[in-house]
């Protein structure tokens, strides 16, 4: 019942994507790595080219290569985490909490436009602090970590 | 039943102040930010004068003008906790967890100064760090996220 | 029931080391400070020396001085994460989430090396983050808050 | 008797791998760079999978994107320098000293572990220090000078 | 014939203070730390007394604090340097060539008092740099990494 | 036999500017100070004429400011050592081995040119490393260590 979940992808470490607990399904923080290639999603290219345009891409190179780099990884960790509460049977909007590492809060605004398509009713609670690192290298501007509300019995 | 909380008061940007989950509620980090003014609580003037009082005015320029922004704003961010839970209908004690952002460490010892003052008895499990950025701008000096624990069934 | 916890050793300040609340226990943010002698693990030499040994002392006095201060640190956090959970009843497996702050990310290969002594098996949802500082002093490299799930009725 | 050796692999720039002078042979300093194809060893990728193993590669991305790049140049180098004893009739431990430059000298107990590989028994003389750059880019972390001592007449 | 010497002290880390190879000792690079202890010299106090009184110990604080640690440093790696050779069978003077590292160019002249003493005579070959690092701590000033003429049969 | 040698110059403090142990020819670290004038190499107007033009002179101001410092200290330095080895009996190809230091290895490419002068057929063994400074001012951009083999007796 608490087993682990391999929910998600394979973690880049020896840690657990995401596990249940109770009622509650608990994730690890997500940075923007796809873990099978091994590779940093370093903008648009690196996305679906139909998440890159829904973000906002612009197709001017100048504008891309400044937001895209924060707006794919945004992009990219908010669908890491639904897709992880998906292998749990969940969605989304039942990620009720995320606390938002940032490596530079000018980034705050682009980060939060993403968040929107991904949350467009209820907003979760949010924390949002600048740090002075992040893991594996000073590619990664953000790290999400996401709890989740999922009652093994839901409410009839 | 885990209807999103307007308790408190409208948060900054999009997201919830709080969220009831089963028998806990969750808080975003709170910071010294009066949402309806847009103002920054940046020293006494910025609070009641009984809480300025309370935690430590001394009416002498030099001294209030160091010790009055981390202090004020440690009194804003916990008195907001507090004004948060009891509109879920608990009391500051039920918040058992706080993880506590600063962007200077030294001042915990007079954040801790006033938070003795929200939890005279119990005091929380804690979790404290000094990051490199807060939101909405460096005036901010600290932030707070707590979790609380409300069982819709008190035990009898 | 809710009762704070005197599980693990006497706090820095006035905080709670964990809490129960309902099926959970909370931790608070542990660092390399042996509370009852008020001093900070600063090496192999302030933890037991079958310890030292077991997570890489090569007893070659350059290599000890670099590597041996993240590493027994590493080392003493996390038996303290054991030792509280143990007071509650449960084991190191059910801390089943750790958030692990760093003064260095650099330290992170060696803090991990040590983590999988203590989950052999399974591996805890895991968050890392670099800040800019942490509480006392200097020589503090890094602190881990856990969260455990120790129902009150183990599902038969 | 005294002839250039072209002994290990063409230099990067016009220079000697080695000279053998009388009862010695003098290394030019060797750095992880690829002569042939003009690449720099930059993690495990570049050099054989089995040597990565051997040094510590551990599968997880975050960790060995840390260690690897210092790991794997430690052994690239230290390799180069037994081809290069190799091929002036020698072996390994008769490259009694070594110089190494550090760019950052937190590597060393990385490196020493790499070395100790090389030196199963008896280990080099040895000198260590930190620089503020090596040639030819900033992703070359070490440079190690060797010496070695192969009698012409070995003793009877 | 070629086997490696004990001489001086333990090192620091697994590396042989000294080897004799034909007719030349080769020294590693010393620093101002006691193997046996464990200790780093950090001033006048971690000398013989003796000694902090030839190599200009005044009885002033704000002079001893400032000149001692390059002052005790330059001694203790000479006297080192001076103890490995004689249990070679040598002389200080034989050790006929020095390259020397400091962390602050500033000592040479303080440093360059102290060698005189060890070189009242004939004056080694010599090179000075200043790097970025030494081994294993900040507090390192200095390295000196020596070489010696010791031939098997001494002229007649 | 082993008496020290007055060759080249005399040194800036005191040290042997080269020593002849055995069938080597140790040579001190060179740099671009003229001892019995005490004046630092600067550019192309401290060294002869004949010489600059044939490193790279351009009589462009503009370039002759910016290559100038490195390619005359070059030069002097280069020189320097094969005046050192004349005065031993040697040429300069004995030279057969050099360390050299930079205090800014985009330098590099420029000094090689200069020493493909010193060494039309022949390449010594090579290390070059950027170091934080060097004696006796900031002026100073490069030493050069060399060591040359030269036999007692020529083999026949």
């Keep these: 019942m608490n087993a682990p979940s391999s929910a998600g992808a394979a973690p880049l470490a020896r840690y ?3 596990r249940r607990m109770g009622d509650y399904v608990f994730l690890s923080g997500v940075i923007a790595v796809d873990p099978a290639a091994g590779r940093i999603v370093r903008g648009y290219d690196d996305i679906p080219a139909e998440a890159a345009a829904r973000i906002g891409r ?3 190179f100048s504008c891309d ?3 895209g780099p924060i707006l794919a990884q945004s992009w ?5 985490i639904r897709q992880t509460i998906e292998a749990e049977g969940g969605r989304m909007e039942d990620v009720f909490k995320l606390v ?3 490596r530079n ?11 929107k ?3 467009p009713d209820q907003p979760p609670v949010s924390t949002v602090v600048e740090v002075s690192g992040l893991m594996p290298t000073d ?3 953000i790290e999400v970590e996401g709890t989740a509300y999922l009652p093994l019995r839901r409410p009839e």
Tied chains: 1, 2, 3, 4, 5, 6.
Excluded: C, M, W
């Design 16 to 18: 657990a994507a995401s």
């Design 58 to 60: 612009t197709g001017e």
């Design 65 to 67: 290569i400044k937001e």
């Design 76 to 80: 990219y960790v908010l669908d890491r």
């Design 100 to 102: 938002q590492y940032f």
């Design 105 to 115: 809060l000018d980034h705050f605004p682009l980060y939060n436009r993403v968040r």
């Design 117 to 119: 398509l991904f949350y």
């Design 139 to 141: 590619d990664i501007l």
